[in-house]
């Protein structure tokens, strides 16, 4: 029976071998992916400590609670009329 006939090396970035003898995956400029995901991160953080910070006030937890009655009323009004139907 005859064999397949062999592959040629496989010319993907992920075969290759670095300068300094070590193989594996390509990586990038790790000065470009540090970059972009430290920025990542920061935004991230940012928007966390914000909505934090947001939660934290008395004048939003006030404005959530009135609307909060309001549309607790009208659950229990609609429930009663759906009630006696």
């Not at 496989?10 to 670095?18: G, H, I, L, P, Y």
């Not at 910070?53 to 609670?65: F, G, I, T």
């Amino acid at each position: 029976m005859a064999q397949p006939p062999s592959l040629p090396p496989s010319s993907d970035a992920s075969q290759r071998v670095a300068a300094d003898g070590a193989s594996g995956p390509a990586v990038a400029s790790s000065v470009d992916g540090n970059a972009s995901g430290r920025g990542r991160r920061w935004l991230i953080t940012a928007g966390l400590v914000l909505v934090a910070a947001l939660a934290a006030l008395p004048v939003l937890d006030q404005k959530a609670a009135q609307n909060y009655e309001t549309l607790f009323q009208r659950a229990i009004v609609t429930f009663a009329l759906a009630r006696t139907l």
